[in-house]
């Protein structure tokens, strides 16, 4: 049974920084691209960092510079360091495998993400 558990979220002031981690298990996870996703409510989940197998990374245009994507894949393991952060980032924050733009598996909880001064 997949399952994705998020953690890391909080309330930060703009301009702060949080590290999120995303624990995966119930598949080979090594071989998956990986994904963080982030969701406010009445809007569509959007893609905003992913990582490949091969740890090539890729970023939404309104995270660039500001976003890291990591993984450790001996740990079944995804990291987002978030530094510089806008309140426009508030959101949930859920990890999934990566199908094109979507999440291949059921979501997890998510954790929630909160800029605000």
């Known amino acids: 049974q997949v399952q994705l558990v998020e953690s890391g979220g909080g309330l930060v002031q703009p301009g702060g920084s949080l590290r999120l981690s995303c624990l995966a298990s119930?598949?080979?996870?090594?071989?998956?691209?990986m994904g963080w996703y982030r969701q406010v409510p009445g809007q569509q989940r959007e893609l905003v960092a992913g990582?490949?197998?091969?740890?090539?990374?890729n970023y939404a245009d309104s995270v660039k510079g500001r976003f890291t994507i990591s993984r450790e894949n001996a740990k079944n393991m995804v990291y987002l360091q978030m530094n510089s952060l806008k309140p426009e980032d508030t959101a949930v924050y859920y990890c999934?495998?990566?199908?094109?733009?979507?999440?291949?598996?059921?979501w997890g909880q998510g954790t929630q993400v909160t800029v605000s001064s």
């Open positions: 999934n495998a990566q199908k094109g733009d979507s999440g291949l598996y059921s």
């Open positions: 119930g598949f080979m996870f090594r071989i998956y691209s």
């Open positions: 990582i490949s197998n091969v740890e090539r990374t």
